[in-house]
């Protein structure tokens, strides 16, 4: 069975750091891109960042570039997401999830449960 | 503001069919397959649809998706009670590197 299960989460100031890890089983992490995904209380959804298999390729979304950093451990099965200068509007819940290939296309075909980040003084 | 374009709303009655529209644009929609996910109450996003028309394992066929151009549709029949939820598309977006856009998201109330 996959799971995905992240933490790391917390009550953080603005301008601080914190580090999320989303850990995989059930299924050979090393053979999938994963992604970040958040959402802010009450509202959508909003990607965050992706990074792919071998680490080979990164993208971030505008709202974070600069300040986030995805990475990834093949031989721990985890993945990580490095947020400084944080602002109070990155304020979410943070979801892992891994992406699923089919042919050409791509989907996030399985979640974590997500991890709460609360920027506020 | 999202860079696909889902109603904030639908409803509908036990037995009923609804759909839900998803509008983009040539970068995303336009060249790239729409997913669908469902986020039940207090619980994490789940795919519903993906590849413009997939189901998943597990996701009954009441559940259909369909793309023409840059929009996209999520048609869901015999509507029951525990299809009350919110639902998202999502696509690739070929401009500034590449990168996922969802919509907004839709809220289903089944009356």
């Known amino acids: 069975e996959v799971q995905l299960v992240e933490s790391g989460g917390g009550l953080v100031q603005p301008g601080g750091s914190l580090r999320l890890s989303c850990a995989a089983s059930?299924?050979?992490?090393?053979?999938?891109?994963m992604n970040w995904v958040r959402q802010a209380p009450g509202k959508g959804l909003e990607w965050v960042s992706y990074?792919?298999?071998?680490?080979?390729?990164?993208y971030y979304a505008d709202s974070v570039k600069g300040r986030f950093t995805i990475s990834r451990d093949n031989a721990k099965n985890s993945l990580y997401l490095q947020m400084n200068s944080l602002r109070d509007e990155d304020t979410a819940v943070y979801y892992c999830?891994?992406?699923?290939?089919?042919?050409?296309?791509?989907?996030?075909?399985?979640w974590g449960q997500g991890t709460l980040v609360t920027v506020s003084s | 503001q999202s860079v696909l374009t889902q109603p904030p709303s639908a409803s509908g009655t036990p037995g009923q069919r609804v759909t839900i529209s998803c509008s983009g644009s040539?970068?995303?929609?336009?060249?790239?397959?729409v997913n669908w996910y469902q986020q039940l109450p207090g619980t994490a996003p789940k795919l519903l649809i993906y590849?413009?028309?997939q189901r998943p394992s597990g996701v009954p066929d009441r559940f259909s998706g369909s793309k023409s151009g840059t929009s996209a549709s999520l048609a869901i029949s015999g509507l029951q009670s525990e299809d009350e939820a919110d639902y998202y598309c999502?696509?690739?977006?070929?401009?500034?590197?590449?990168?996922?856009?969802f919509g907004g998201g839709t809220k289903l109330t089944v009356l």
């Open positions: 590849s413009n028309n």
């Open positions: 999830a891994r992406d699923g290939v089919v042919g050409a296309t791509s989907h996030f075909d399985y």
């Open positions: 999502a696509a690739w977006d070929d401009s500034l590197n590449g990168h996922w856009v």
């Open positions: 040539s970068s995303n929609i336009g060249s790239n397959t």
């Open positions: 990074i792919s298999s071998s680490s080979s390729t990164i």
């Open positions: 059930g299924f050979t992490f090393s053979s999938y891109s």
